[in-house]
């Protein structure tokens, strides 16, 4: 049996159910949070403020769209999706301008925020200062108020436990619009208690979020890219209400996550792509596992947005407590080298159990990368290039259509809305 260093206490799952305790072995032991260099995030924040792959990986995003939507069923389940929650995301820009309906009292009301999330199914909701550091250039000044509520929405079990597959699909998007609806009734109440709430649709983030999340004590940064949570690791979808309440600030916690994933590392050898690394490097100021982007995008435009690295976690299946205990107790990650927890499905491709992984054709990896007009200018360069420097008036035509194109979408923020911020952003962090 390993010495436990501290223990963790959090709410239950469910709101209403006992806390749990989690135990943190005293060799997993980091720091709260994750280990983090101000002075860089600073300098990073001011010198290469963040952006969206959407604008910045335009030309890749819409590649990956068109490949997506070669699969006839999920073309149709993406419409609808789209359809619905562009409302949503609407309704949440519209928050920005509504004013309290009372006079505030002055009290602090932190733990009424809290309950009325939990009441309305988040599964965790946190405190933390907004932080500026992490916005995208183009949402600079779309949201004022000081204090971020940090929630996170459970992703159904069962159809997770099927990754890649339609069935995941459909909860992963449905978990995005319920979600959204509690945010706006959590925005509704706060505005009720005296103070202003802008609610914020997780498809029109202002940033990655993850770092506040930390920051609220909600989990630890894994090494798939996601925040790991207590209860259900990174299967959950994670939104913002920011607020100017009279409220109080959570710390970060160590849940021995971070040093956990250096142990476990079942997404690092379970992913197709191979998309992510064994080891931490320091990245923008915080010490990370960092995801290789270009091998990750491929196979989620390819296998049903993949998302095996949620599926294989043992966190995801198994929950915090059942995964400390078991290791504190054995030494071992409960779980790896199992094929309840390893085993996936690729369709058109077969299964694959522990120590077992596709193989791709070397040309699977390409695809246009950077902005569209990058893309268009490269592409304008290698024909130019193949015709030995004649450059004929076909060829400057399409490139001025590509260029009018990526202009015109430039500014198209609503266009940009469908960051799917858990994971692929949190490549910036
Ligand atoms: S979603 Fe990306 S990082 Fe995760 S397992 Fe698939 S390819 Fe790997
Ligand atoms: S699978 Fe293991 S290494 Fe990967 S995020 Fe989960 S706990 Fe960390």
């Not at 009290?107 to 992490?134: C, F, M, N, S, W």
Request: include cysteine.
């Amino acid at each position: 049996m390993l010495k436990i260093g501290h223990e963790v206490v959090r709410p239950g799952a469910k709101w209403g159910d006992a806390d749990v305790t989690i135990p943190v072995p005293e060799e997993l032991e980091t720091v709260p949070g994750i280990p983090l260099n101000n002075r860089e995030v600073d300098w990073y924040a001011r010198e290469y403020p963040l952006e969206s792959i959407n604008y910045t990986e335009r030309a890749s995003r819409d590649w990956s769209n068109a490949l997506r939507d070669t699969h006839v069923e999920m073309r149709e389940i993406r419409k609808e999706h789209d359809k619905l929650n562009r409302g949503l995301i609407m309704a949440g820009r519209a928050t920005a301008e509504l004013d309290p309906t009372v006079e505030p009292t002055g009290e602090d009301v932190t733990q009424k925020i809290k309950d009325k999330a939990r009441e309305l199914g988040y599964l965790e909701v946190g405190i933390a200062p907004y932080d500026h550091r992490y916005e995208f250039q183009s949402k600079k000044g779309f949201t004022f108020l000081p204090h971020a509520i940090c929630l996170a929405y459970e992703q159904d079990f069962e159809p997770t436990q099927t990754i890649p597959s339609v069935d995941a699909e459909i909860v992963h998007s449905s978990t995005y619009r319920t979600q959204a609806a509690a945010g706006l009734e959590l925005g509704n109440y706060i505005r009720s208690l005296g103070y202003k709430a802008h609610v914020i649709h997780s498809s029109d983030a202002t940033g990655p979020v993850i770092p506040m999340f930390v920051e609220a004590g909600l989990g630890q940064l894994g090494a798939c890219g996601y925040l790991l949570t207590p209860h259900q690791g990174n299967r959950c979808r994670l939104m913002m209400v920011t607020t100017d309440a009279e409220i109080s600030y959570d710390k970060p916690v160590d849940y021995g996550i971070h040093a956990f994933c250096q142990v476990c590392q079942v997404c690092v050898n379970r992913c197709p792509g191979r998309a992510l690394m064994r080891d931490k490097i320091w990245w923008r100021g915080l010490e990370k596992n960092k995801l290789y982007f270009k091998r990750c995008r491929p196979v989620m435009a390819r296998y049903l947005g993949c998302g095996v690295c949620m599926k294989v976690c043992p966190i995801q299946k198994y929950g915090l407590k059942n995964v400390m205990e078991h290791y504190a107790s054995t030494g071992q990650v409960l779980g790896k080298g199992t094929h309840d927890l390893e085993g996936y499905t690729l369709e058109g491709k077969g299964y694959f159990g522990p120590g077992e992984m596709p193989v791709f054709d070397r040309d699977f990896f390409d695809m246009p990368t950077g902005t569209i007009e990058d893309h268009a200018f490269e592409d304008f360069k290698s024909k130019a290039r193949a015709a030995g420097g004649d450059i004929s008036e076909g060829m400057l035509s399409e490139l001025k259509e590509e260029m009018v194109k990526a202009l015109s979408q430039e500014y198209d923020i609503v266009a940009m809305m469908d960051n799917d911020l858990n994971n692929i952003d949190a490549d910036y962090i």
